[in-house]
């Protein structure tokens, strides 16, 4: 059974830090390109960051906004991917979702809640 499982957001001053844990399991991580999206209330979902496969070389990228800021790694013994999130800003509350892709394959974790307030 496919399972992405999210976990590590909660509620965190300005300037705070996170990080975020996708554990997979039912599939090998390091074959799929793996994602973070997130959702703010009123808007639509948003890549935040990507780290390619093994095969694609593990490359990141991240969206413009995280830069600088945001860091997707891999652990391949734990089947897990995580996201370091430094400097967090108001605008980064959100709901956390993990992806996994690898050609028409799509899988959606069920996502884990950040809050960054004073």
């Known amino acids: 059974q496919v399972q992405l499982v999210e976990s590590g957001g909660g509620l965190v001053q300005p300037g705070g830090s996170l990080r975020l844990s996708c554990a997979a399991s039912g599939f090998t991580s390091s074959s799929y390109s793996m994602s973070w999206y997130r959702q703010a209330p009123g808007k639509e979902r948003e890549l935040v960051a990507t780290i390619t ?9 991240y969206a413009d906004s995280v830069k600088g800021r945001f860091t997707i790694s891999s652990d391949n013994v734990k089947n897990t991917v995580y996201l370091q999130m430094n400097s967090l ?13 690898k050609n028409w394959l799509h899988y959606w974790g069920q996502g884990t809640q950040v809050t960054v307030s004073s």
């Open 89 to 101: 800003k108001p605008e980064d509350t959100a709901v956390y979702y993990c992806h996994a892709r």
């Open 53 to 61: 496969s093994a095969v694609a070389g593990g490359r990141t990228n």
